[in-house]
């Protein structure tokens, strides 16, 4: 499968334990994204790298939030101290820019529930 | 600020029975305005992108238009398997990043 893959699919986890999600984006793509999505939402934009670099921060990403994409393959987003706030779907997606060609593509997410 | 704005809600639709979904958005400067379908627990699954007021773009039942303030998802004759979420995300031209603003979707069901 050449898709963006997502890991774990599912995480259930106490208040105030981390998490870290990670995210396999499409090989040749050099641009990866997080989006969060809650029930009845579209997703909401949380950070993005081109390459190795984390080129922009949401609002959405408190303090607690982190992301990294080391060597610019694969990337994982870390959640400290989990909030019941926290709960949601979490989204990546990636994307190669060439010209005016963005599209991104999205893997199946990560369902976290805190609880 | 980006706004995207989905309508309706929700949709429900007789097996065969045509009709539209709007994304209407205000933005300075659009780069593309893309549809996603998104089925229940999965991630969004990429349709369309359309860059300029006129273009308009086919996949199956699938028809998408642009114009310089809403987009429209034509589906003609749809089957039980076109249901889904449709969501529409707008990329502002003036940024130097690529993020999605997405709307809230609509849920189309086509019953048989």
């Known amino acids: 499968d050449t898709g963006v893959s997502q890991n774990p699919r599912h995480k259930i986890t106490k208040r105030g334990q981390n998490v870290t999600f990670r995210c396999d984006p499409i090989s040749e793509h050099n641009r990866l994204y997080w989006y969060r999505q809650t029930l009845g939402q579209g997703p909401e934009f949380l950070t993005y790298?081109?390459?190795?670099?984390?080129?922009?921060k949401s609002r959405l990403l408190s303090d607690r939030f982190s992301a990294e994409r080391p060597k610019g393959s694969f990337s994982t987003l870390e959640i400290q101290r989990t909030e019941q706030g926290d709960s949601a779907m979490y989204l990546c997606a990636s994307s190669l820019a060439i010209g005016r060609f963005y599209e991104q593509y999205f893997g199946p997410g990560t369902r976290l529930t805190v609880t | 600020e980006d706004q995207v704005t989905q309508s309706p809600e929700a949709l429900r639709l007789q097996e065969g029975e045509s009709s539209s979904l709007n994304c209407s958005y205000t933005?300075?400067?659009?780069?593309?305005l893309f549809w996603y379908r998104q089925d229940p627990g999965k991630g969004p699954e990429f349709l369309f992108t359309?860059?300029?007021a006129g273009e308009e773009k086919e996949k199956e039942r699938l028809k998408a238009t642009l114009t310089k303030k809403e987009s429209f998802l034509h589906i003609t004759a749809p089957k039980p398997e076109d249901s889904a979420t449709y969501l529409c995300?707008?990329?502002?031209?003036?940024?130097?990043?690529?993020?999605?603003?997405f709307g809230k979707g609509t849920m189309l069901l086509v019953s048989p």
């Open positions: 790298f081109q390459n190795e670099a984390q080129l922009e």
């Open positions: 933005v300075s400067g659009l780069r593309g």
């Open positions: 359309l860059y300029s």
């Open positions: 995300a707008v990329q502002e031209g003036n940024s130097g990043y690529s993020t999605l603003t």
